[in-house]
């Protein structure tokens, strides 16, 4: 079946520094791709999302790109602050039906000031 | 702003109680969803509901059950709470069609003991 693997944290950084937490998939067909955050405290909420090969999203200076032939779609921020400390989740779609989605297990974020 | 609200943000239970967990969203949504969230595990999809009285099982349904006698309601029912089912239970809503958003609530900590 489908299945999202994402790098372990936490990682941890220094305001400033340059992100990247990793995402590959494993899925039939061609699903659309997302990165939620969840803030502490809070649900999850989308980040941004890509719906078909070499797409890119961003939003809030993250982005990533929809990578077919790695199946990847990995999330990077040029500079990260000690307000996007958080947990970052990605997610593919099933089949673009019904908005079901399947996560990765999660990577916790730090950034120190 | 759409608002999707968990009516506990956090529970204790006994073993072998009945449980209701209550979701309600605001913004004529569809789609209903509930997760649950452990650590390591990401999110996995318990049940979701594409329309009033209408549900289909996701991922892991044993010893869960669902509602939705409303359109804005979804409620998850825990038959006979075991300590397995100890973990953070997230409702979601969105509206139907492919690549919506998901709208998350804040969550329930629920703790079987």
């Known amino acids: 079946g489908d299945s999202v693997t994402q790098m372990e944290g936490p990682v941890t950084l220094s305001e400033e520094a340059f992100l990247t937490i990793n995402c590959t998939y494993t899925a039939t067909g061609y699903p659309s791709l997302f990165w939620y955050v969840q803030y502490p405290g809070e649900g999850l909420q989308l980040l941004l999302k890509?719906?078909?090969?070499?797409d890119k999203g961003s939003n809030k200076g993250f982005e990533a790109t929809y990578r077919k032939e790695t199946t990847s779609f990995h999330l990077e921020k040029g500079s990260v602050q000690v307000s996007d400390s958080a947990v970052y989740f990605c997610a593919l779609s099933r089949n673009n039906a019904g908005n079901m989605l399947t996560f990765g297990g999660g990577t916790r974020l730090m950034v120190k000031p | 702003d759409v608002k999707v609200t968990q009516s506990s943000r956090y529970l204790v239970k006994r073993t072998g109680e009945k449980v209701f967990l209550e979701c309600v969203q605001d913004m004529d949504h569809e789609n209903m969803f509930w997760y649950r969230q452990d650590p390591g595990l990401g999110l996995r999809l318990i049940y979701f509901?594409?329309?009033?009285?209408?549900?289909e099982k996701g991922d892991i349904p044993e010893g869960y059950s669902v509602s939705r006698e409303k359109k804005e309601r979804f409620s998850l029912i825990l038959e006979s709470a075991s300590t397995n089912q100890t973990s953070m239970y997230l409702c979601?809503?969105?509206?139907?069609?492919?690549?919506?958003?998901?709208?998350f609530g804040s969550g329930t900590q629920l703790s079987v003991l």
């Open positions: 509901s594409y329309d009033v009285k209408m549900k």
């Open positions: 979601a809503s969105s509206f139907s069609g492919s690549n919506e958003k998901l709208f």
């Open positions: 890509a719906t078909k090969a070499d």
